[in-house]
Every structure is written in structure tokens, then in C-alpha cells.
């Protein structure tokens, strides 16, 4: 009762700009892009056009941007920090067998070879990974000064100020959804008692995410019922309405899924189309709609949000079957992939086509606090080198969802 009511009085005596500084939410097409300067060993900002239609050379500068971001990375590890390049590829043909260590390797992904060559001029290949981490703070070094995550720049004071209204939220949540099919009554009853629960608890959650797919069908070319997804959006903000606590305190962010009714499936994809939100505005003042993937600033945290089915994709396009030496849970391994990567979606271009020119959304890098992932396969959560990753499930089909509380980073996963 005295958490409540400290809660309920900080959420008073905050003024409207800090209300607004505690979650911030960031678009995909609104972060900045920055690119890395070979001879200055820096990152700067690009300021030029970002045309979503780009030239062929785009799809050339998206290969070296990833390749140099990792680079750059490697160029810093205690173990690469004198790096020797070895030119005598013709000799992979005759390596002997090496060690692949956690991670799912597909076409593109970028790896690291330690090797040697043998006296009889074969090159040995000890062992194959993908490039080490970064520690999240070396990271920042090198953006002092720069908005790398979107979402502006706050000064020392600012930064001590939230990490302090941070550690008192303590029992401040977000819950999260994915696979919330409007068209499927069984989804919508579950929905509800999701809602209810919520609705009585002492403290009500800052932020819902409710992450596509919204229809148990593909909205494609042969959808045609886009007037009565209109009126299940309303629907659903009726609902949301009828719970008063959580209409009043919290916010809901609606992220698109793989199925939407967005123009294009190509990442990142663009929010929800106003046409079919429009009645749920109406019910929902807090309701905001954003792309996917897409970031929130959570007082100081970072958190990213992605939805797409990528663990499937990726064990489909694997050149080869993971290692079971260090793990065979396979959503460690995608966790592993992704943050050495320091990239949401590291599937070959004609698995998963990618917007050339912004690519550098679906950048990891400096590490977030938190990868959150709405993905069909098991409901899982993983902490790797400190970034806290959970996958939501799917809420339509398994009744799974998560409720996060940022300040003590405590993942709890839910079902009903």
C-alpha cells in the first residue's frame, strides 16, 4: 500500500514534460542514420536524402555499413586488437573441420575465422563465430554527444533525474501482446480478461503493446474485408474503453505484424493505416500507432520491439544446424545471432527484403537493454552479456503474453 501510494503521488507532482521525458516512443523512419568513417575512426550522421526507392549503390552501402560496423567493433576487442588478414582463400576448399560456437549461421551473416597455415600450405581453420560483443558503455563512447538511438539527447541531470524516478517505479509494467486476432471471438474473450486483470491490480501498467498480426487471415490480395477490420478496431477500443483505470493511465502501442494491412511487407514496415484505426482514436485517446520494428525510451532504458516470425525463417535459411555444445535452445541461439550481429533481421535480402536505405533501423548497435520480440514459436526469455530478451509467443493461439517491469529488468511470463 505505501509503494501505491509513493506511485500515485510522484505520478502527481510530475510535471507534463516529465510525464512526456518517462516513455518516449520512436518511429523506424525518424532515426538517424550514422555512418562509420574509416581514417577518423568515428561515427558521424548522414544528412543526406533518404529516398525509399534507392539507387543501386544504397544496397552496396548496406553490405559495407554492416560489414564496418562490425569491424569497427572487432578493431576494438583485447583479442583482435592487431588483427591479420590472411589472403590465401583458395585454400578454404581444404580445411580441416572446425568449431562453430552458438549462433545461427545463414547467407550474409558476417563471422570471424581464426586460423593458421600449416607447413604443407593448408589452411587450418581452428575455429568459426560470429564477432565478439561490445560492452554497452565502450559502445556509447563513441556516440558522446550523438541522438544514435532517435529519441533526442538528454543532458547529465536529465539522465541522473529519470534514473532516479526509475528506481521508484518499481512496480511499473509494460505488457505485451502479439497475434491479437480482431476477427476471432475466443481471441477477443481472452483479450478481455487480460484487460479485467489488469484493470484491478494496484498499480496499472504505464504501457500496453499490442503487436499485429490483428487477423487470424493475411491481409493480401485476395483479403477483401478491410471495412469490417475497420469496425473490429472499434470494437476493440470499446473494450479498451470500458476499463476506465487503464484508459485513463495508460498508453497503448499498436505495432503492425508480418500479415498487416500495411502497403508493403518489406522492413521496416510503416504503422497501421489511419483508415482502419480511425474508430478506435475515437474510444482510445492514448492509443498510438508506430512501425515495425520500433524503440521506446523507457525513463532510461532502451527498448527495442519487433515482430515477425524470425526464428523459423532464420533455422529455414541456416547453412548449417546450430551447435548443441554451448546450448540447443534455439532461441538462445537467435538471441546470440541477432546481438552479434547488431542487427533485428540478419536474413539473406530475398528471404526478408529490406528498405536499402534504411537499413540502419534494424541496427543493434550500441546494444539496447532490451530486445523484445513477438514471434509465433514457444514463449521464451534469455539474458545474454546483460540484454534482456523475451519472445511474447503467440497470444491467439497459446494465450501467452509477457509483463515486463523495466526497473528491476523482471520478465514474467504469463498465459492464461
Not at 309 to 329: K, V
Not at 373 to 393: M, R, V
Request: proline share 6%.
Amino acid at each position: 500500500m505505501v509503494v501505491r501510494v509513493a506511485t500515485l503521488l510522484l505520478e502527481e507532482d510530475a510535471t507534463p514534460e516529465e510525464a512526456a521525458s518517462v516513455i518516449r516512443f520512436i518511429d523506424a523512419f525518424v532515426i538517424p542514420k550514422y555512418k562509420y568513417h574509416v581514417v577518423r575512426k568515428q561515427f558521424y550522421q548522414y544528412t543526406g536524402s533518404l529516398p525509399i526507392h534507392g539507387e543501386a549503390s544504397a544496397k552496396a552501402a548496406l553490405y559495407r555499413d554492416r560489414f564496418l560496423l562490425l569491424s569497427q567493433r572487432l578493431s576494438r576487442d583485447q583479442h583482435f586488437s592487431k588483427p591479420a588478414f590472411e589472403s590465401e582463400f583458395s585454400h578454404f576448399g581444404s580445411c580441416e573441420p572446425y568449431k562453430i560456437t552458438t549462433g545461427l549461421f545463414t547467407e550474409n551473416t558476417i563471422v570471424v575465422v581464426e586460423g593458421e597455415m600449416l607447413v604443407e600450405g593448408i589452411f587450418q581453420v581452428l575455429t568459426c563465430g560470429f564477432p565478439p560483443l561490445e560492452d554497452r558503455d565502450k559502445s556509447l563512447k563513441l556516440f558522446a554527444g550523438h541522438d544514435y538511438f532517435g529519441c533526442g539527447t538528454f543532458t547529465k541531470e536529465e539522465t541522473i533525474r529519470l534514473a532516479e524516478m526509475e528506481k521508484r517505479a518499481i512496480n511499473d509494467r509494460l505488457v505485451v501482446l502479439s497475434d491479437i486476432w480482431l476477427d476471432n471471438e475466443q481471441a477477443l474473450r481472452k483479450l478481455e480478461t487480460v484487460l479485467d486483470g489488469f484493470e484491478s491490480v494496484e498499480v496499472v501498467p504505464s504501457l500496453f503493446v499490442f503487436m499485429g498480426n490483428f487477423s487470424s487471415r493475411p491481409c493480401n490480395l485476395a483479403f477483401h474485408s478491410y471495412s469490417s477490420l475497420r469496425m473490429q478496431f472499434g470494437k476493440l477500443g470499446e473494450m479498451i474503453a470500458a476499463h476506465p483505470r487503464l484508459t485513463a493511465h495508460s498508453k497503448f502501442l499498436f505495432i503492425p505484424g508480418p500479415d498487416d494491412a500495411v502497403p508493403s511487407t518489406v522492413l521496416p514496415m510503416c504503422a497501421l493505416p489511419k483508415y482502419l484505426t480511425e474508430e478506435l482514436r475515437k474510444h482510445v485517446p492514448n492509443a498510438i500507432f508506430y512501425s515495425n520494428p520500433c524503440r521506446i525510451k523507457f525513463y532510461t532504458q532502451e527498448i527495442v520491439f519487433f515482430r515477425q516470425d524470425l526464428l523459423y525463417r532464420m533455422r529455414r535459411s541456416c547453412l548449417m544446424p546450430p551447435s548443441t555444445e554451448e546450448t540447443d535452445d534455439h532461441f538462445q541461439h537467435l538471441v546470440a545471432t541477432i546481438t552479434h550481429q547488431s542487427h533485428l533481421c540478419p536474413l539473406p535480402l530475398t528471404v526478408q527484403p529490406i528498405i536499402w536505405n534504411y537499413d540502419h533501423c534494424l541496427h543493434l548497435y550500441p546494444t539496447p537493454h532490451t530486445i523484445v520480440l513477438g514471434d509465433k514459436s514457444q514463449q521464451k526469455a534469455f539474458k545474454y552479456t546483460g540484454i534482456t530478451c523475451f519472445n511474447t509467443g503467440s497470444f491467439a493461439i497459446d494465450s501467452t503474453f509477457v509483463a515486463y517491469r523495466p526497473s528491476s529488468q523482471e520478465v514474467e511470463l504469463s498465459a492464461l
